[in-house]
């Protein structure tokens, strides 16, 4: 069937035919708005004209014009039109201008042209000026002009300023600058605000007004030349007035004024009573400061019971610490710092007894919130003992087994030079906070109740009280030795008696259910054991017991937890599958542990027997050997992975200090491989620990070979790849869906890789000769028979064989090539992947499917 006209042609026709539509659409549409405009002119503001129409002598406007065939209504080569600027904004820009030019210019003739006048002439220029811009506002506002209303009332409140200043010039030169600038700031507050409220439309004199306002008592205290004192009371009565304001003032702007002075003159009211309050060696001198602070609490319950919600509770905070630095200051005056801290920590715990007030909850809320920051704050003042406890530990790295410090703990942590006595209040803030947490943690229902609405009833909070009470407790109970100034044994002893006893706080809360407070107790519990063992390297017999002691405490916490249920029925999914994975953290972590402190003591084993690190290897392989057999017994638990492997870190260390002697590498890797071998008799094992024994036999081979000075290796190698070839045909046989790694992996590698080995370091030419035409016909052989093993072990090694013999003449040709063209050719070869990288992905991907379909 044939098309009359063509399909191309006619899809053509119809899309100019749609086109010739749309424009005229357009054209039709910006006629009819035009129209309309005509009809209907806009309504502007009272007084204004109406905005001017661009239009064609007989028409539409001239941007009514067609559109092209193909082009698209209403668009222009430079994209849609920019909106226009509302007539309002326009008129504020203009004012606003207008405004900041005649107020540059009053302050201009008032500050360089004020000497070309006299007296009258001055007085008489600006009180004119001053009452022309302030009457004009209100003849404004009743013609309906409140943007011009609002631009002549700043300029009339900067002439008032002006006024002021030219006043104390003219009239009293000799009067205090700060003294008359605090009675001008207050006529200034007060004309400003009877101004604002005369004429109630205008927005900016009566925050003004507020403004103003803070400055006269500040003023009047700095021109007095008053103390702090007088200044914190200066603030603290501003404060007052801005609360009054933000409480009954007229309208938004003028709260939300008042709001932030109020916050900013209190803040340093209080800051300056409290560095006072602090600074005050004796309690008659804590007592004034602690007024002002008293004074701002009640200032800032006062504002909180009537404020909104997020203020309230603000409000509440402010007051509670208030109320504290008051009652501390007085306390602790005249005892030192350190002792300072559990004071003011009693009066931020004594604080909490306020949930029960007849107050709004929101407040009661910043009350407890306000307690609770002074408690955090007295516990982070109280951490630096603790952190020193436990990095100064590691100060015995670089002393092992010196012998037992003469200056006991102190010493043995680095820290004997430094002033403990100042910290003597430490373990006491952060015991008792600790038993604080742990009887809220307790009696978490009958907290509720008391608190009501106050405090959240949720488990999180009751779980969170729970693990920062272990925490604390911990931390106290770790510096405690330190700041005794306890001798090194004693210290020890107690540091190993505390890691038994957290973990066993640990175990129980595991099997408990109680997970953060078990996790907590765990974490705490590892950090300790760290401690514990970095301060019993000073001697050999704390090394033995401590580690001895670890060792059998994370084991038996390690089995303990393998026992512990997680009450999953009682959780929803997603949390019984959170809760069942940290325990299995929790299993597997203190099993690790103890299969390191295992590590740490076969190590003082061989340094206690004097062997050379190379010699106390095989030692070290004791440990994987223990692995392996729990493995063996325990198969499927959970942390048996984890042990396992954290043995064969063990054999890692083994090799690692076996470098150095040939022989006892050797000896390391067959030993290391008779493990491996021994895990690959468990079928879920098999996969990985097969492949690594026979890597690690075969690697044990050529390094006993080279230890031994062999130059031939294939006569030993030879007589164990030509028996393994041929186990491997016959598997293949029986099996032809076995792999090539598994069939002629291990018997290939036995001789390939030492012979490479040997014909880059042969000066001759037949070895790598035979070298290579055995890889090329292993690898030939590989690609025909389509066996990965022979295939890329064969590449490998011819290639590697070619690179060795090759590379001499290339560093001759290069050198002898122009320095630019390395360059330029590695720029050609870029430029022809990067054209040419879609295809040569398609060849990587297919080269790759087809090597991974090889057996």
Known sequence: MEHVPPPAEELALLDRELARLDARRSQLLVRRAWLLSVLTPPAGPPGAPPAPQLAAPFGPPATARPAAPFAAPFTTPFGPPAPQAGPRSAQNVLLTLGGLLLTIAAIAFTLVSWGHMGIAGRSA??????????????????????????????????????????????????ADGPGYAAAASAVLAVLWGGYGLLLGRLRLPLPLAVVSAQ??????????????????????LTAALDCAIALWGPGVAVRVTACVGCWTTGLLGLLV?????????????????????????ALALFGAWRAPRGLAVA????????????VGGVLRAGVDWDWSVPVYLLCGVVLLAAVRAPLPRPVCQGLVWASSAVTAAAVLAAVPPVGMSLLGTASQLARVWTGAPDGGVREALGTEGLAWSRSAASPVVLLVVAGLLRLAHRSWARLVRVAGAVVPPGPAWRSA???????????????????????YAAAVSVQSVLVAAVFAVAVRAMRRGTGPVGTTALVCGLVGAVSAGLLSLATQAATYAVFSVLLLVLGAAAVLLDGAVMPE????DARAARAAG??????????????????????AAGASLELAGYRAAPLMLAVPMVTVLLGARLQNRPPVLPVELTGALSAVVAMVMAVPDGP???????????????????????????????????LATWVRLTASGVSDPEAYTLPVTVPALAVGVLRRRRDPEASSWTAYGAGLAATLVPSLFAAWVDPHWLRPLLLGVAALVITLAGARLRLQALLLIGGAVLALDAVHELAPYVVQVVGALPRWLPPALAGLLLLVVGATYEQRLRDARRLKETVGRMR
């Open 125 to 174: 220029v600006l009180a004119v000026v001053t009452l022309a811009a302030l009457a004009a506002p209100a003849v404004l506002l009743r013609r309906g002009l409140s943007a011009t209303a609002e631009s002549l009332g700043a300029l009339a409140s900067v002439l008032m300023i002006l006024d002021a200043y030219a006043l104390h010039r003219v009239a009293v030169p000799e």
């Open 215 to 236: 400055l006269p008592l500040l003023l009047w205290a700095w021109s007095a030349g008053a103390g702090a004192s007088v200044f914190g009371w200066a603030l603290l």
């Open 273 to 297: 009573a409290l560095g006072q309050s602090v600074s005050a060696d004796a309690a008659s001198g804590a007592v004034a400061p602690a007024a002002l602070l008293l004074a701002g609490a």
């Open 315 to 326: 409000g509440g905070v402010l007051a509670g610490l208030s109320g504290v630095a008051a």
């Open 465 to 487: 009280a729970g693990a920062a009470a272990t925490a604390l407790c911990w931390a106290g109970l770790i510096a405690l030795p330190a700041v005794l100034g306890l001798s």
């Open 569 to 572: 029925r009682e959780l929803p």
């Open 582 to 603: 940290a325990l299995r953290i929790a299993q597997a972590v203190p099993a690790c542990a103890a299969v390191l402190c295992a590590m740490v003591l076969a190590r």
């Open 664 to 698: 006892f590498l050797a000896l390391v890797l067959a030993l290391s491989g008779v493990l491996a071998a021994g895990t690959a008799v468990r079928a879920e094992r098999r996969p990985v620990a097969g492949y690594l024994a026979v890597a690690l036999f075969v």
